[in-house]
């Protein structure tokens, strides 16, 4: 027979093509109907909805024209014949297609709804979603889950733009019915916060359960604020068949932290089944590559000629009357003995201390008073020492150690001289913060040997990472020298050592033109010889203090250990940075262990989102 205007043309709906047309006229009466019905006898194409426009100058008036159609048509790919019939706690996919007759194919990638229109009182009958994109065959597809309320029937809309929509029904059935009452059981190392309690198809097995990732193929859940009595109970589910109970825990601060899971879960008719779900603490990932940023206080912890040198480069720029007479004291006490010197110089060391201290830090020329203020600043920032890191951490055995690798990248410097404080105009909290790198440490007058620490950790109840004790390298007082060379004098003078620093503080050859008269020549001293003598004596005085600065490069190290917190901000069970970081340590130098000193450390995954 030929093809005619007046008859559907019938195509499977899953092969992509155009199904079954609407007539543009009607013609041929029962004889078309007939034919009709034959082309389109598949019965996943029950019900449909739109179809082509008419074409221009058809005839739309009058009982029998023909309806104006829409240039897209949804059919439903199920006999909807009759309620489509499922018993409670089921799920069934429901299907629709979209095809787009302007563009003679399917509608791919367009938005179509499913929506409960109709639902019953006592209903639990739900979607999944309730809008999907259809894929390149124009299909689109959904879940309905028919709850635990047995002998309840939905009406189902489906519909998408500039088509028409299409509704059917679904009737859940009844069965024979039983309970599952889960009690849940835990012993952790940590309290729990709320539980997710699940309950989904026997299908899921424990073994391929994922805790990241839980199935959403949900037949009832309940979450628990806390462990509390921890009991779970499902009511009205269909005998003879097996459940899964799975249940994720949130840890105090809200990050996933235990899981449970029990496979197999009978319900029996008339019965309620109890079992036991018991929660294991997860184990984090912390396995992956950090930046780490440390900073320590070694304030008095310094042992050693190191630490002597030390607390004198801090009685210098803190109290200058005092170092001076300390230092008088020693020489005074190598010809007339400690006991005498004390006893001649406590007549008046401290008269002479304050006058000299207030003359320094009051009186003395600004740039006096300006090196005494940077020397102080240089004591804080030794003593808030900021360490930069690459934190490598691998596993060593089993999921609770690994190993760490701690490279040192470089150090960071808080230097505020010239920065303007909190609350004057201008005020930058970050303002003198530099940083230094390994190159810039070790191209300096005392070469700094900051290298790789290795140690061993353990991770407990959870999220604690426990450091074991450990060696770094560490020359603290080569940092000392670091600090004022390469930050403090190229700032102020543009010199990198103490002796130019000085020469350029006091101009010799400009004093000798000053002081310089004529009779002096009578003696055999000219400018040349004056400026000498002042050059010498610079020397003199910079010649302890280099003397000083040389025995600060003795080889130091530190002992470390340490605790912190590990931080999943995604669920994922990796590790994203860790937090809360202590180090407790003491430095080793001439044989001889320090006072204990403390740090504070943290760690960024490399690559996070900040």
Known sequence: MKDSPVLRQSLDPSTGGVPCRTARTVTLGLLASAVLLAGC??????????????????????????????????????????????RVTESVPLRAKLVDYARGGPASDTAVSFRIVTSPDGGTGTLNIEQVYTDAAGLATVTFRSGTAADRQYTVEVSAAEAEPVRFDIFVSDAPRGSVKVK????????????????????????????????????????LLGLGPGEVAWHNLPDAQRFTVFATAKSQQGRLAAAGCLDGVAVIAGQENTVTLPLYLLSLNATGVYASD???????????????????????????????????????????????????????????????????????????????????????????????????????????TVQGSLRWQGLALTWRYGCAREGQPGYDPNCGRREFSMTDIANTEFPMN??????????????????????????????????????????????????DAVHSFIDCAALADRIYFGSLSTIGIDESDIAGFCDGAIDVIITPLTMVLEALAVETSIRLS????????????????????????????????GEPFTGTWQAERAGAAQ
């Open 41 to 86: 006898s598949d019965d996943r194409v029950v019900a449909v909805g739109g179809g082509p426009a008419p074409e221009p100058g058809a005839d739309a008036s009058g009982p029998d024209a023909t309806p104006v159609q829409r240039d897209r048509e949804l059919i439903v790919l199920h006999d909807t014949s009759a309620p489509l019939a499922l």
């Open 184 to 223: 849940l059981a835990y012993e952790g190392a940590i309290a729990l916060g709320n539980i997710h309690v699940r309950l989904v198809p026997g299908l899921y097995s424990c073994g391929s359960m994922n805790v990241v990732s839980p199935p959403s193929d949900i037949i009832a859940e309940k979450t």
């Open 294 to 400: 440390a900073i320590f206080d070694f304030t008095g912890a310094i042992p050693g000629t190191v630490g002597d040198v030390i607390d004198e480069i801090s009685l210098l720029f803190n109290s200058p009357g005092g170092f001076l007479i300390v230092q008088i004291k020693r020489l005074a006490s190598l010809y007339v003995g400690e006991l005498i010197t004390n006893a001649v110089f406590g007549l008046f060391e401290d008269a002479v201390v304050e006058a000299v201290d207030t003359w320094m830090f009051n009186s003395s020329p600004p740039w006096v008073r300006n090196i005494l203020t940077v020397g102080q600043d240089l004591m804080q920032i030794v003593n808030r020492l900021e360490l930069l890191a690459t934190l490598t951490l691998t596993k060593l055995t089993g999921p609770y």
């Open 450 to 499: 900051l290298v790789e620490g290795r140690f061993n950790a353990a991770i407990q109840d959870f999220d604690r990472l426990i450091i074991d004790n450990h060696v770094v390298r560490l020359n603290y007082g080569r940092l000392v020298i670091f600090v004022l060379n390469e930050l403090i004098l190229e700032t102020l003078t543009g010199h990198d050592n103490l002796s």
């Open 562 to 593: 340490g605790t912190a917190v590990l931080e999943d901000l995604d669920d994922d069970l990796r590790v994203d940075r860790i937090v809360n970081g202590q180090y407790m340590g003491n430095f080793e130098s001439d044989g001889r262990a």
